[in-house]
């Protein structure tokens, strides 16, 4: 099911919200004061978050359930035998059943393909779809698996309170990546209000407008590249241009609405978008774009792998392996290894030779700098032809092989697009947030407008929704 449809929008949501407020919190004494307990709230949003993965996947609702099961008996294992070197066995044991479910339902038809490819084999392929979400929930239990091990985070001795956690719906397809460690507390005890529900309500609205109004429309620019004969230069950067701005809006509205709904339900979730195209390095960019998968390499890869307090070889080596996973993870196809890897190349230099004149080099530069690379990078992710379709692409963005310079088709879509072009790039950069915020800060002006702008907008996108066709979120696929 998706947020950015008439069924969750009119049925799911609202039946859901009823159903959830309308069940009463359990009264609770604790050593400070009286607080109430969402232990039963926890039921109903597990049963409405199977009901929502069930829509999309009926069969493999099961495998997450015993996903969900698994983990949360390994962790009262590797708990029972803290200290002791049954733990590691138990957190090894864990990951292992975790990690085997996303490699077989991922990669095993790539593996397979590459050996038949190799070898001339004639092994069948697996006749499996992809489970909706698995690299999203898997890394969220093995992130609840390692941060139990390491003592920093308390174990779950509930089963349905652990998967409450995991089948979360408003971050169960697409992330962000949400840590136990992070909402650990609102599990067990967090507080529902008027300013929180409205917060949440305001945010989830803003992301199905980048989703409706901007993304959609970035993704007709796209299709209508690919379905082009026209390949000019003029054209291939603005497909690359559009495929940027779709893929940003696309995904940061859906972490938008996933943060959105946490806070109606009273969690709060970290944030995953950072203004990454203002960035002025790549280091930088990945410190602002998908901020919770990085961070899950970062903590649960390269640190273990010793990071940077190693030798300079072995520093490249983590590196390297760190972004080919992070490639890796985005899907079961070269095109995004070498996605990967060449963000590995590129952080490499960076690290080792770029940065003291990135940082003596004017602003606009660096920004330069980032955008193009970028840029580059998203024709490999785009890619979908292998390693050929990546070449000419490369090629094209430069003249080689390009039939024009600035075919008709180009000039004609760029005028067409330049109205949601402009609004695209003004809407990546902190602009519109620090215009609001000057707004809201008059309490009547704000007071007033606030409420009627985002009216505004969901009446606007709910009219896209409706009159548009099926468009689903890009990160659906990984």
């Given amino acids: 099911m998706l947020f950015s449809s008439p069924t969750f929008l009119f049925y799911f949501l609202p039946i859901t919200l009823i159903v959830y407020f309308l069940t009463p919190m359990l009264k609770k004494r604790g050593a400070d004061a009286e607080w109430r307990s969402p232990r039963i709230r926890n039921l109903v949003l597990l049963a409405v978050s199977l009901v929502f993965y069930a829509w999309g996947e009926p069969r493999y609702v099961f495998l997450m359930a015993a996903q969900c099961a698994s983990a949360w008996g390994f962790g009262l294992l590797i708990d029972r035998y803290r200290g002791k070197k049954a733990a590691k066995a138990w957190m090894i044991a864990s990951v292992a059943v975790s990690l085997s479910g996303l490699i077989f339902f991922k990669y095993a038809n790539f593996f397979i393909g590459n050996i038949n490819g190799l070898f001339g084999g004639d092994i069948p392929l697996i006749g499996l779809l992809m489970p909706i979400g698995i690299s999203f929930y898997t890394f969220q239990i093995v992130s609840y698996t390692f941060d139990l091990y390491r003592g920093q985070t308390e174990v779950q001795r509930s089963v349905f309170d652990f998967s409450t956690y995991v089948a979360l719906f408003p971050q169960l397809i697409a992330g962000p990546i949400v840590r136990y460690a992070d909402v650990a507390l609102e599990i067990g005890r967090r507080e529902h209000t008027v300013s929180r529900f409205s917060m949440g309500a ?122 080919a996973l992070t490639g890796f993870w985005h899907g079961a196809d070269w095109n995004f290894i070498i996605w990967g890897v060449f963000f590995g190349v590129m952080l490499t230099v ?17 920004h330069i700098y980032v955008i193009l690379i970028v840029f580059i990078s998203w024709s490999f992710f785009d890619a979908t032809g292998g390693a050929g379709t990546i070449a000419t692409a ?75 066709s099926f468009n689903p979120f890009i990160y659906f696929r990984f």
């Fill in 202 to 323: 305001r945010r989830f609205v803003i992301g199905l407008g980048k989703k409706m109004l901007l993304a959609n429309v970035f993704g007709e620019l796209v299709d209508i590249y690919k379905r082009s004969g026209e390949k000019s230069v003029l054209f291939v950067w603005l497909y690359l241009f559009a495929y940027s701005l779709q893929i940003y809006f696309d995904f940061s509205g859906y972490s938008d609405m996933a943060i959105g709904l946490g806070h109606i339900f009273g969690f709060k979730f970290l944030e995953n978008f950072n203004y990454p195209y203002i960035a002025d390095s790549i280091t930088d960019f990945w410190r602002r774009w998908h901020m919770s998968l990085s961070s899950w390499f970062r903590d649960y890869v390269y640190i273990p792998l010793g990071g940077n307090r190693v030798s300079a070889r072995r520093h490249i080596f983590n590196i390297f392996v760190v972004w």
């Fill in 350 to 366: 960076e690290k080792f030779f770029l940065i003291k004149a990135l940082g003596k080099a004017p602003r606009a530069l660096r």
């Fill in 394 to 468: 490369l090629g094209r963005m430069f003249g080689v092989g390009a039939d024009a310079l600035a075919g008709r088709e180009a000039l004609y879509y760029l005028k067409s697009y330049a109205l949601p072009l402009a609004v695209g790039i003004i809407g990546v950069t902190p602009l519109p947030k620090k215009l609001a915020e000057k707004v809201l800060t008059r309490k009547t002006l704000g007071s007033v407008l606030e409420p009627l702008a985002v009216a505004a907008l969901l009446v606007t996108a709910t009219a896209a929704m409706i009159d548009g």
